[in-house]
């Protein structure tokens, strides 16, 4: 039963490099979601999908992208990894059209730029 | 600009005893609430919700209540467990349109329950 699952867990970069967080989920859920979370700001919205194809921005996108071509994954991308893009990045995702809002994480990556 | 706040980093509790966290808001277009928790290493997992309808939903030892007014909402734990130890956020969304289901979190308060 793997749910959200997300992968690297842990990955280490220099300043300058891309990368990209895979995330996959099992659940046939329509909505995924990236957040970031750092001390003292909670978890904040980098960017959403409500179906295969589509994106959308959140609280915090800059200097990330996004792409949902299948259903069950959503990849989170950094161009050019700046320290401030240092976090613990979350994936989510819930079912389509329900008003509850509840979401599923994945166990998180934590993402380091030197 | 933060939406939904949590003003208090931690909070220390005997267990046994209740816990009180809480959660205030400013937008007044949030119409559902919910609470995750969060321990180490892990992803935050769905706690308990309430919907701008209702002023308190009880499931089991987790009550929350909602102040609409004052645009307040609380988690109340009673009676504490150790294990109830980890990181609590609060977040809220506007529900109706749900806007892809997209969820405004606090900053979360870290409560520890000593045995």
Redesign the interface.
């Known amino acids: 039963n793997a749910g959200?699952t997300q992968t690297p867990k842990f990955r280490v970069l220099k300043t300058g490099q891309s990368m990209t967080l895979l995330c996959a989920q099992d659940m046939n859920h329509e909505?995924m979601?990236w957040?970031r979370q750092d001390p003292?700001?909670?978890?904040?919205?980098i960017h959403?999908?409500?179906g295969e194809g589509t994106t959308?921005k959140?609280?915090v996108p800059d200097g990330y992208n996004v792409s949902r071509l299948k259903k069950q994954n959503f990849l989170l991308g950094l161009e050019s990894a700046a320290p401030s893009q240092t976090s613990v990045y979350?994936c989510?995702s819930?079912?389509?059209?329900?008003?509850?809002?509840?979401?599923?994480?994945?166990?998180?990556s934590r993402l380091t730029v030197l | 600009d933060q939406q939904?706040k949590?003003n208090s980093?931690s909070l220390s509790v005997q267990e046994g005893r209740i816990s009180i966290l809480n959660c205030d808001y400013t937008n007044s277009m949030f119409d559902?609430f919910?609470w995750?928790k969060k321990y180490p290493?892990?992803?935050?997992?769905?706690l308990i919700?309430i919907s701008s309808i209702k002023d308190k939903n009880e499931d089991g030892r987790f009550t929350v209540f909602l102040n609409k007014s004052a645009k307040h909402l609380s988690l109340h734990i009673v009676p504490s467990q150790p294990g109830d130890s980890a990181v609590y956020?609060c977040?809220a969304?506007v529900?109706?349109h749900?806007q892809?289901?997209?969820?405004?979190?606090?900053?979360?308060t870290e409560l520890s329950v000593k045995p």
Request: hydrophobic residues 40%; glycine residues 20%.
């Open positions: 959200v909505y979601y957040y003292g700001m909670g978890l904040r919205l959403y999908s409500v959308a959140g609280e979350f989510a819930s079912l389509s059209r329900r008003a509850t809002g509840e979401l599923f994480f994945g166990e998180g | 939904v949590q980093p559902y919910l995750y290493a892990e992803g935050p997992t769905f919700s956020f977040a969304s529900g109706i749900n892809g289901g997209k969820l405004i979190f606090g900053q979360g």
